[in-house]
């Protein structure tokens, strides 16, 4: 007997909004710093709702949004805020509970 496996998409999971904003803060919160993490999942929401669309709501290149959001690309952080907008996201910023109160 003959198993055949597929590579896991995270994509093909994301199909209502909801599963975007859980997807997205799981994310952010296993991130850390790593800014090629949380480009790659913009990467993969973009394709759950549609790359062609993105690119004509952003004015930007398809292939240079596949580049860009892959992980391995380097976008600029302009790049992000038109990914983030073109896609209805906006960002909520709060101090993390391990945050210094002097600096708040």
């Not at 999971?13 to 997205?24: N, S």
């Not at 669309?53 to 580049?67: I, N």
Request: charged letters at 25%; a negative charge; aromatic letters at 6%.
């Amino acid at each position: 007997m003959t198993i055949k496996l597929k590579r896991w998409d995270s994509a093909e999971h994301l199909q209502t909004d909801e599963d975007i904003e859980l997807y997205l803060q799981a994310c952010f919160e296993e991130a850390g710093d790593d800014a090629a993490f949380i480009a790659k999942a913009l990467g993969n929401v973009a394709r759950a709702r549609s790359m062609t669309q993105l690119a004509k709501d952003t004015g930007m290149g398809r292939e240079s949004l596949y580049k860009a959001l892959s992980g391995e690309g380097n976008p600029s952080f302009g790049t992000i805020l038109k990914v983030t907008n073109a896609l209805g996201l906006k960002f909520n910023v709060h101090l993390s509970d391990d945050s210094d109160p002097k600096m708040a």
